[in-house]
């Protein structure tokens, strides 16, 4: 059987306090559960809804602050890239390079993490079907990825709103053996607070236990000691102490 995949970390690059913070409660969880959860932060969130959003410290100071989390406590590292030129410099410090959703059908980006050698983790993007994330996939190979994940993080559901399918995950697996559900951006109302995105974080639980009936091979959570003074997706992320509750239903 598979080993489930579980990624977990702040949505922007805060702080180095914070990224210390979560990556200390990630190797307890790992040590306690037996488990090997990938830290993920975002060095610049390129799409945020205002230009007065915080983005996070760029891509130099942000990959020099990942490499940290990665000497100090060991845990593999996810971050997103958005342009072709961000991949080979990214792929030199983590272990997964992800695709944003809204970039999944980008061919020179997903053909540049491809070429790096990495994981690539390709995000379906809330305009398309689990089947339409056949094509995605077969560029990534194509272009020498022998490793391609795909997450699922719902549709778009009229203005404001997502809306997930999940017979997408089982679509998704027939195309790549890891599928991961997004069970914080799934429970997101895009842009719907007033200039910046909002959401609805009691049912990130809910999100991932059906994603497990529905066949999902991993979760992925934005987690936060203090969510709602998140400067990223606040209302969305997960409660940092809420995390190992819900890994223990997920492994039951």
Known sequence: MQKQVFIAGPCVIESAE????????????????????????????????????????GMEKGLQMLADVKSRHGLRL??????????????????VLQIPAFLCRQTDL????????????????QF????????????????GCADVWLTERGNAFGYNNLVVDFRNIPDMLHFTPTVIMDCTHSVQRPGAAGGKTGGDR???????????AFGATGYFFEVHPDPDRG??????MLRLEDLEPLIEKLLQ
């Open 18 to 57: 914070l990224l210390d913070a979560v990556a200390s409660e990630l190797v307890r969880l790992n040590a306690k559960y037996g488990l090997d959860i990938i830290f993920k932060a975002s060095f610049d969130k390129a799409n945020r809804t205002s230009l007065a959003s915080f983005r996070g410290p």
């Open 78 to 95: 996810l971050t997103d890239i958005h342009e072709p030129h961000q991949a080979a410099p990214v792929a030199e410090v983590v272990d």
């Open 110 to 125: 997903l053909v540049a993490a491809a070429r790096t050698g990495r994981t690539v983790n390709i995000k379906k993007a």
């Open 128 to 143: 398309l079907s689990g089947q339409d994330m056949q094509f995605p996939v077969e560029k990534a190979r194509q272009s």
């Open 202 to 212: 009691q049912f990130v639980p809910s999100m991932a236990l059906a994603a497990k």
């Open 231 to 236: 400067l990223s997706d606040a209302a969305n």
